[in-house]
């Protein structure tokens, strides 16, 4: 049966929402560039221009796969870090203009949540169905390596330590990405490969240009407003899967799909 024809775990409705409304986008002034214009002109021409979202889905596989044989990060995590219910992260660059089709545009990610938490979601497990179909074809019977991590948390803020390297089944890596529990954003902390802990690469300024997007200023919106665009060696997208547990179920505890769904929806961060 074709992922699209399950179920939502979190609402018990179809995920076929967004095959229904996918031709819907917002207007220019439901999600305006009039501030990206004034500061550059062609960034502002090129976000009104992408392609629609099925489109999306296509170059980001692609990227993702080229990054496979060259240069993806991998890491690994575990319930309350109990490596006993592991999930798996995956991170791989793209180029500074598909991280802000994918990021800022109107048929990008986050516009699927804005027409709705319902059709997000839907789009959200349609893309990870085939980015799970990419790491299949790729993942190794031996194994995925990658690092380990540990999630500590200071004064609300969070922070990852490098454990060293870690190897989890086939089995495993493809369990975690279950399309209705896994989640794609853009990478805010970068894994490194040489021992040493993530690095912060994303630039949360809330100076400068901004997205206008009545809906999520409406609801008092900070990050979301702000159209984030790297240069090219901080743009990376963040995959991360869910947890298996030892009887294979898969769960997601830290934040619920349909809890970031609304989120992102209301305010465009989560």
């Given amino acids: 049966m074709a992922f699209w024809h399950s179920y939502d775990r979190g609402a018990g409705e179809p995920v076929s929402a967004w095959k229904v409304q996918s031709m819907t986008k917002p207007s ?3 999600w305006g560039f009039c501030e990206i214009a004034r500061d550059d002109p062609n960034r502002a021409r090129a976000l009104a221009s992408y392609s629609p979202a099925e489109a999306l889905i296509e170059t980001l596989g ?3 796969g080229a990054a496979l044989v060259q240069d993806v990060r991998i890491g690994f995590d575990g319930i309350n870090n109990d490596f006993d219910a592991p999930r798996v992260m995956f991170q791989f660059p793209v180029s500074p203009a598909l991280y802000d089709w994918f990021f800022n545009s109107r048929t990008g990610y986050r516009a699927q949540y804005w027409a709705s938490p319902k059709i997000g979601n839907a789009y959200n497990s349609r893309l990870l169905a085939h980015l799970k179909s990419i790491v299949g074809t790729w993942a190794p019977a031996s194994g995925v390596a990658g690092r380990a991590l540990s ?9 990852d330590i490098d454990l060293g390297r870690r190897t989890e089944s086939r089995a495993t890596v493809l369990a975690s990405l279950d399309p209705l529990l896994s989640k794609i954003w853009i990478c805010e902390r970068l894994l490194k490969d040489d021992g040493n802990s993530p690095a912060w690469i994303a630039a949360l300024s809330t100076s400068g240009p901004k997205l206008h997007v009545p809906q999520w200023i409406e609801h008092g919106a900070e990050y979301g407003l702000v159209p984030q665009f790297p240069d090219k060696r901080s743009a990376w997208l963040d995959i991360k899967g869910g947890y298996v547990l030892p009887n294979g179920n898969v769960v997601q505890p830290n934040k619920r799909p349909k809890l970031r769904a609304r989120q992102i929806h209301d305010t465009g961060w989560s």
Avoid at 151 to 159: A, E, F, I, Y
């Fill in 62 to 64: 692609n990227a993702l």
């Fill in 28 to 30: 220019e002034a439901e």
């Fill in 151 to 159: 999630v500590q948390h200071h004064n609300g803020h969070r922070q």
